[in-house]
């Protein structure tokens, strides 16, 4: 009778079997204690085939509050102009140029959240893959895990483990009087129904822990995602036998073919928002629940693994594997992190993504920590704070991360670690946000947090551009120059303040990250409230409306405005701490929120000048939002214009400047005809609303009429051969 271990890949939480992949190698490592053999089984998966494995992600019913400044909060709503279709809009575009547009304007928020890490981007397809953040000895410790056939398992911490990062491991006990040898053991992926879609054997288990590594060549595609990664011992030759399992993993093809890398299809839905920023790693994951749970660079890198490209190696290969020196952590948003997604796999995203876009730049904006740790949201004056006698550690290691990511691995010790970890070209690092909403901890923040990392960083690294995460009101000393600020309202916020709020702003300097924002809720005095109070489980035509209004004033305003990015990019289905969010995903499935068609229309249509307008946009042209910009490489004229009523609206456009024959046309709106706007992308529909584009527009050159649909965003893009200026 064959004992088995089964990993679920359960019917919600995995991907189709399809083209079920090679498993390039897969080793075994076993130490022995008192006749007890231990087996530690590493898979991972080759680039010619697909499978994911996710599965029974624990949903966290408790919303922990991420912070949503007051300030600006008074909604302004002056009489509108009547805008009908009959009584159009006079709109003209001038070639005068009003501010440079920042390249950086439109990018990517991450941490992980709603398992968008762990269990989503991170490509990793078993989940408690090494048992990390888990009470050994539980019933919880052995989430999706399950002997059958009389076998017994259980997690361990009582006998040396695969690395000191690893104490834990998967001891997989079979009942027997006879003492022996389990000789071989079958991993295979298959149903849950026993359709065995690849298999290979491993032998040479032994008394030390040993390392295997194996591919699997699937023979078919599975029809559903009801699927299992299964090792199996013969109890013929198995009985009586211990077997300890450390640390067990399964990749599928990833993003740009990386080791340990992205998962592709997710992978491919950021990379087309074209983004120009990715601030990571958070957010309030950054924070921990206890200054020892907060992200630690240094126990994420781990030993960094080769990747080829063209068949030639880009990176030294030093050790057999990039995650057994990685302990992991007890994170923010109640699962654990085996932060297999570290610093250096974050800095290679980034490149990668620039690689897949060279128009656009790629910085990566760098969180550290700041001292505090988020331990109650519905209590701040329980949060730990390091006195200002004990922060020198926590600087000292902020700057051994800098200097790890920029400095010449010739002439620094942390930088020759990253040279000795497979990387010798330093990463770009221009901006460091210092902390996430300390507005939560104003007090210690002014007087000696910000201070004393600000001061010593910016001697240390004077190129780098550092940013508060309080408030603009917070004195500070030294003064900021960038200020982080963070938003989830309804739609009205968006429409009638957030639209306008940069618009007098004082130009003295300093500029805005809007690092986080989305409209979360129709109910104005808790955005962050139930669904049965006007919270959005997926975004809605409506709201993300609402946000593009409020894009258009952050690129009108963009000599004030460096750069945005909506929060929180990913959710998993049926396992999100947080909605709504940007893009939604299964084992089996991924698609965009109506916000991410949002995103990806403005990122993609980008001028390097913003143009002058006639009217000038303020509260009294609602519900029209609109900002015009010239691309002085491509001679692109692009025209964004947010119509947040329930109305068709006319706009009248001149120019004084040539305009081409024809322009293309992007728009993103209901088109069924039912007047209904509160619709949204769902897993049932996941394109109901996505942008229609038509390249037959024509243009007359003196002017002409232009019809946005009610509840609209639409982006006009045109061609010249005027300069401007």
Known sequence: MALRLLNFMSSRDVLPLKQLLPVRHCEAHT?????????????????????????????????????????????FQPAALQLTPTNPLNLHISKNVTVPMSPLLYGIMFEDINFGGDGG??????????????????????????????????????????????????????PSTIVGGPGSLTVSLQSLSGAVYATKTISGISSSWKKFSLQLAPTASAPDINNAFTITADGSSAKGSTINFGLLSLFPPTFNGRENGMRVDLA?????????????????????????????????????VPSLKNGILKSILLTDSSIENRPGRVANWGYPNTDGLGLLEYLDWIEDLKATESFYRQEPILAIWSGIATANYSDLTTWPIVPEADLQPYIDDAINEIE????????????????????????????????NEDQFQPASYAAYRWQAFVSTLSAKFPNLTFIDTSLPTTALDPPYTSIDFHEYNSPDWFKFTGAFMFDNYPRNGTQFLVGEYAVTS????????????????FPTLEGSVAEAAFMTGMERNTDVVFAAAYAPTLEHLGANQ?????????????????????????????????????????????????????????????????????????????FDFSVGPTATLSTLSQTDGSGIFNVSNTPDNPRNIIPVHSSTVVLHPTGFNATFSAQSVTVLTFSTKDKFS
């Open 31 to 75: 130490p022995r204690t008192v006749g007890t053999e231990y087996l530690w089984l590493l898979i991972k998966m080759s680039a010619s085939g697909a499978l994911a494995i996710w599965n029974q992600l624990q949903m966290h019913s408790s919303l922990i509050l991420a912070c949503f400044s007051v300030w600006f909060s008074q909604l």
């Open 121 to 174: 981007l991170y490509g990793e397809l078993l989940q408690n893959r090494a048992f990390q953040g888990v009470l050994p000895g539980t019933q919880a410790a052995l989430n999706s895990y399950q002997a059958v056939n009389g076998a017994f398992l259980t997690v361990v911490d009582n006998t040396p483990g695969v690395s000191a990062s690893l104490p834990n491991s998967l001891e997989l006990s079979i």
């Open 268 to 304: 491919e839905l950021l990379a087309a928002l074209k983004p120009s920023f990715w601030r990571f790693p958070g957010g309030n994951n950054i924070e921990g629940l206890s200054f020892d749970t907060r992200w630690k660079w240094n126990e994420t890198i781990g030993p960094y």
């Open 404 to 435: 790890f990511i920029t400095e010449d691995a010739k002439t620094n010790k942390n930088a020759a670690l990253r040279a000795q970890l497979g990387r010798e070209e330093p990463y770009a690092l221009k901006y460091i946000e210092v902390g």
């Open 522 to 537: 129709t109910d104005d005095q808790n955005a962050l409230g139930t669904f049965a109070s006007g919270r959005f489980q």
């Open 578 to 654: 947080w909605t709504p969010d940007l893009i939604s995903f299964d084992a089996g499935t991924s698609f965009g929120s109506t916000s991410y068609y949002v995103q990806q229309l403005f990122s993609s249509n980008r001028g390097t000048h913003i143009l002058a307008t006639t009217p000038t946009q303020d509260n009294s042209t609602n519900p029209l939002y609109w900002v015009a910009s010239h691309n002085n490489d491509t001679n692109l004229v692009f025209l964004k214009v947010a119509n947040t009523g329930n109305d068709d609206l006319v706009v009248y456009l001149t």
